[in-house]
């Protein structure tokens, strides 16, 4: 993956965890926020630290937040202070700013002045966890729209040892193989005759209905 420059500004658990995990994964990282206390637990796990109001567009200037592609927006609590940062963030021509909301009125005005993309991060992972709980089977989802998503599904037990053509998930459950996963190998075209094993992941992709018929099978 191509390495990137973020800004992160926020560094409470939500803020903290986007900008470390950004950082070990090779790209360049500044963390701002405007407690100094929070700054200097971070120093040695991102690029650069700031401490600085991120409601003051000067302040936003001087530590030179233009040279960034994206910023992160991870203010909590305070709805204010997010939005204002938004607005100045996107009036200083930041190509994507991706912001935290504490609810869809937030999310709402969020994107109104300019967000280019709105995270609910106890919401999505509350959604993920129960998905999880409800079907053991699913290791992960990523839904396409209202309707349709890609989901990893470990291999139903009736299944393994059977090829793709004797499952013929196409025409028995309307679903799409696109990958298997066995271990951390990934074939992302996979032969018709390729004999399914006890471990293996599909991912499928397809309507929600189907998927959830499919999930039902163990
Ligand atoms: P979480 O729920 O993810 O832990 P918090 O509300 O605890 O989020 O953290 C938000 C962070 O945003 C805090 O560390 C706070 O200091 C920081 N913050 C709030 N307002 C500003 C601001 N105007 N400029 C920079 N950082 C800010």
Same mark, same amino acid.
């Given at each position: ?27 360049? $990282?500044? /963390?701002?926020?405007?407690?100094? *206390? ?7 796990? $991102? *690029?650069?630290? $700031? =401490? ?9 200037? &001087? ?15 305070? =709805?204010? &202070? *997010? ?15 991706? /912001? ?12 109104? =002045?300019?967000?280019? !993309?709105?995270?609910? %991060?106890?919401?999505? !992972?509350?959604?993920?966890? &129960?998905?999880?709980?409800?079907? %053991? ?6 839904? #396409?729209?209202? @309707?349709? *998503? ?17 499952? @013929? ?28 094993? &006890? ?5 499928? $992709?397809?309507?929600?209905?189907? #998927?959830?018929?499919?999930? @039902?099978?163990?």
């Amino acid at each position: 993956m191509q390495e990137k420059n973020y800004a992160v500004v926020g560094l409470g658990r939500f803020g903290s965890s986007v900008a470390t995990t950004l950082y070990r994964e090779g790209n360049e $990282v500044l /963390a701002i926020d405007i407690h100094e *206390s929070l700054i200097e637990e971070l120093v040695d796990q $991102v *690029s650069h630290t $700031v =401490i600085a109001d991120s409601t003051d567009e000067e302040a936003l200037k &001087a530590i030179g937040i233009r040279n960034f592609d994206t910023v992160i927006v991870a203010i909590g609590d305070d =709805i204010q &202070a *997010s939005i204002l940062t938004v607005l100045i963030l996107k009036e200083l021509g930041i190509n994507q700013v991706v /912001a935290k909301a504490l609810n869809k009125r937030h999310a709402q005005v969020l994107y109104k =002045i300019g967000a280019d !993309m709105v995270v609910f %991060p106890e919401r999505d !992972m509350g959604e993920r966890i &129960a998905h999880h709980l409800m079907s %053991p089977n699913v290791l992960n989802f990523l839904k #396409l729209d209202h @309707d349709y *998503s890609v989901e990893e599904i470990k291999v139903p037990r009736c299944m393994v040892n059977l090829n793709l053509r004797e499952i @013929d998930l196409r025409v028995k459950y309307n679903l799409n193989v696109i990958a298997i996963r066995t271990g951390e190998e990934i074939d992302i075209s996979p032969n018709p005759a390729k004999v399914l094993g &006890a471990g293996d992941v599909l991912v499928v $992709v397809g309507a929600n209905r189907d #998927l959830d018929k499919f999930t @039902d099978l163990t």
